[in-house]
């Protein structure tokens, strides 16, 4: 559980103490100029900065390329889908089994578009993830009048998913010592308990923290939710970074 509640960053970096909800609006910013952008360099520049500033977090080069492996997947596949079904201008072909297929020039462009822009977005989204404390980031989201009722559950949820990582931990542990993954029926057995064993004990615990929170008086007002007021210096430093990237946005 260590691992998981832990940030993998710096805790003296500067941009670890900078305010949740400036980090927050100037990440919205990027993403805008990201999904708006219409080249492929301003994406790829915003990659590779977050990218950095994830690596001067303390990140490890390991962790990262677990975060990025789904969506580069993704990007990956449009770039394909793009090249050799949507465009006009011929590239290159070759026939597979007597079927003739097609690259397109056209095509392969537009993909990289989208492949960079997949990317620029979640380099922005991974850096203010592994900067911010999830509390502090859900704090940011109800400032921004995002809906209580998301708040509180991601909240909860976010808790209590480590409780019940740690109890299906226990229950895996004990099916191996039995062997329960011996084969590949079993495992598929064993699996399947404990997936039915995660949702009972997810279901009598959230009937249980229930009834605990409301006995003692709970009425939605979180102490997370209430802010302090902006820094001058923080807020000035941040509209430079977002009018110095815009401009780039427009070239």
């Known amino acids: ?31 805008v100029m990201v999904i708006s952008c219409r080249g492929v360099a301003f994406p790829l ?20 390329a677990l975060r990025f492996a789904e969506p580069l997947f993704i990007a990956g596949m449009v770039l394909l889908l793009k090249l050799f079904f ?13 079927w003739e297929v097609v690259g397109h020039r056209d095509g392969l462009m537009e993909g990289v578009r989208i492949a960079s822009r997949i990317a620029g977005a979640v380099t ?23 809906p209580k009722g998301f708040i509180e559950v991601a909240l909860f949820a976010w808790r209590y998913l480590f409780v019940l990582l740690d109890d299906a931990q226990v229950v895996y542990a004990a099916q191996k010592n039995r062997l329960g993954y011996a084969g590949y029926r079993r495992g598929l057995r064993s699996f399947g308990t404990l997936a039915g064993a995660l949702v009972i004990k ?31 210096g923080e807020v000035m430093v941040a509209l430079l970074v977002v009018v110095g990237m815009g401009f780039i946005w427009s070239l």
């Open 124 to 146: 922005v989204v991974a850096a203010i993830g592994f900067a911010t404390p999830f509390t502090d980031l859900m704090g940011a989201l109800a400032w921004l009048r995002v």
């Open 86 to 98: 949507t465009g006009t201008v011929p590239l290159f072909s070759f026939t597979i089994a007597g």
């Open 45 to 64: 520049l915003v990659a590779g900065v977050c990218g950095g500033i994830c690596l001067s977090l303390g990140v490890r080069p390991r962790v990262l």
């Open 202 to 232: 997810a279901f009598d615990n959230s009937q249980n923290i229930t009834t605990a929170m409301v006995q003692r008086g709970y009425d939605g007002t979180m102490p997370l939710l209430r802010h302090k007021p902006f820094r001058c």
């Open 1 to 31: 559980m260590h691992h998981f509640t832990r940030q993998p960053q710096n805790d003296d970096h500067r941009l670890t103490r900078l305010d949740a909800r400036v980090k927050l609006l100037s990440a919205l910013a990027l993403l």
